[in-house]
């Protein structure tokens, strides 16, 4: 008998069947959002289909599509934004345990990640070693090339990165939570805040308002930082107590040693060190901002009292899936003007201005 003949086996992993969504992207860095239709997985036996219904706009979306992140992560055409996904499960999968088709669902920055890292394994898979698959603009296992954003009509994930919303929150306001929620939402966790502590919020946009929010939602005595005086009255509608000119140093010095906490979100270049002197002793001043320039810091603010300076970045599923329960429980979402599909190059142009209260949704009805 001759021997058995060896049969190589295909290291290529077999696609998944697919249907196609209608989407937006944009195909170039200077081309503008455009009607496209893109590829979506058939849900797996683990899978959650969802129909989108709101689409939140993130400053994140305006550098992917114009790739100002190219030295570290360059985008790849077409580009289908968006990481505030909140919708109506249309399918499941025959393995799927948490949702049921009709439910409320949300997909946030990531639709998986390692699962086996240190990172993940703590259910901080924001931090995966090998890095989150993120919601668009990374590499997709299943299809193969990248992944595809909100900005469309539908969108399939795994179920153990899907969310559950509180039914009492309003829809539209969740999709910025995806985001800007737990942006703001972990940092404050993680220092412990709690009632009767004195919290600082620097800067008044799409994250700071949702720190404030956050914040005094927490208990906590709320001061927003600002350069623009006018915007007192909007401050304390969001919850803080006090609003502090950040210029004048004499309104800052009466602050001085008195913060457990600062949340800074400005994304640019300004001065740290005046909010290094309002900590107290073991006060935190943690960053979820990213200046593209460096900020210099005076360390010796730091020695005298034990102070200390950290980043965060978003939170893993388990933690922003206790976010959306703790804003379900204090009825926290987001302030929002409603955009549809053809204003999103319009959009992106007033973000970059500041000029929205406080963050783009979209309406992805204007999509069909």
Not at 156 to 176: S, Y
């Amino acid at each position: 008998m001759s021997a058995p003949r060896a049969v190589p086996i295909s290291e290529e992993v077999p696609k998944a069947q697919t249907y196609t969504a209608k989407a937006v992207a944009a195909q170039s860095p200077t081309s503008g959002m455009a009607a496209i239709t893109v590829p979506r997985r058939t849900p797996q036996p683990k899978d959650v289909q969802i129909e989108i219904l709101y689409c939140g706009v993130c400053h994140t979306d305006v550098h992917f599509v114009r790739n100002e992140f190219a030295a570290i992560m360059p985008t790849t055409y077409p580009c289908v934004p968006g990481h505030e996904i909140v919708g109506r499960v249309a399918k499941t999968g025959n393995a799927v345990t948490k949702f049921k088709e009709g439910d409320l669902a949300a997909v946030g920055c990531m639709v998986d990640s390692d699962r086996t890292c240190e990172a993940c394994v703590a259910g901080e898979e924001q931090y995966c070693a090998s890095q989150p698959i993120f919601t668009y603009n990374a590499p997709d296992k299943h299809l193969g090339g990248m992944t595809y954003g909100g900005y469309s009509q539908s969108v399939v994930v795994d179920e153990d990165f899907v969310l559950r919303v509180p039914k009492n929150l309003d829809m539209a306001g969740t999709a910025p939570l995806l985001c800007a929620g737990i942006t703001t939402y972990s940092p404050l966790r993680h220092a412990g805040v709690k009632a009767g502590q004195k919290v600082g919020v620097v800067g008044l946009g799409g994250l700071g308002h949702m720190g404030v929010k956050l914040a005094a939602a927490f208990g906590a005595n709320v001061a927003v930082f600002t350069t623009s005086p006018n915007k007192a009255a909007d401050a304390k509608r969001l919850g803080a107590h006090e609003v502090v000119n950040s210029r004048d140093d004499a309104e800052m010095l009466k602050h001085a040693n008195t913060f457990d906490f600062i949340l800074d979100t400005v994304p640019a270049k300004h001065k740290i060190n005046p909010y290094i002197n309002l900590l107290r002793r073991d006060g935190t001043l943690t960053f979820v901002g990213a200046p593209s320039e460096p900020l210099p810091l005076e360390v010796a603010g730091l020695l005298f009292g034990r102070k200390k300076v950290a980043g965060s970045l978003i939170g893993g599923i388990r933690e922003t899936q206790e976010m959306l329960d703790f804003c379900g429980k204090h009825n926290v979402t987001a302030d929002v003007e409603m955009i549809g599909v053809q204003g999103i190059d319009q959009a992106y142009e007033r973000l970059l201005k500041n000029d929205v209260k406080y963050r783009f949704v979209i309406d992805m009805a204007s999509l069909k």
